[in-house]
């Protein structure tokens, strides 16, 4: 069993930058591949990017190049570096965990998740 907490969300005008941060508890940290999803009202839940084992990462198009994801196996966490954020990037944001290597687009593959972090944008 693996729990998720995610923190740092908050209001941001347009332009700025947070961090979120992911941590685990529960079993061995390093052995799961690790997600970033964000949800708006009245959409779908969408994938931002993901990071393995080793630190390989992937990205959605609508942030690449302006979030960064990294994780600290020896603290247990995974974070999330948003610059240059934009009204649209306004959602809940959740991490999410898999019992393997991860490295999946799709919510359902992941069995663990946080409770969700909410990031406002403003214009």
């Known amino acids: 069993q693996v729990q998720l907490v995610e923190s740092g969300g908050g209001l941001v005008q347009a332009g700025g930058s947070l961090r979120l941060s992911c941590a685990a508890s529960?079993?061995?940290?390093?052995?799961?591949?690790m997600a970033w999803f964000r949800q708006a009202p009245g959409k779908e839940r969408e994938f931002v990017g993901c990071?393995?084992?080793?630190?390989?990462?992937y990205y959605s198009d609508s942030v690449k190049g302006r979030f960064t994801i990294s994780r600290d196996n020896a603290k247990n966490t995974m974070y999330l570096q948003m610059n240059s954020l934009k009204p649209e990037d306004t959602a809940v944001y959740y991490c999410?965990?898999?019992?393997?290597?991860?490295?999946?687009?799709?919510?359902?593959?992941?069995?663990?998740w946080g409770q969700g972090t909410q990031v406002t944008v403003s214009s």
């Open positions: 999410a965990a898999d019992r393997g290597m991860g490295g999946y687009t799709t919510a359902r593959m992941y069995d663990y």
């Open positions: 529960g079993r061995t940290f390093s052995n799961n591949g």
């Open positions: 990071i393995g084992r080793s630190g390989d990462t």
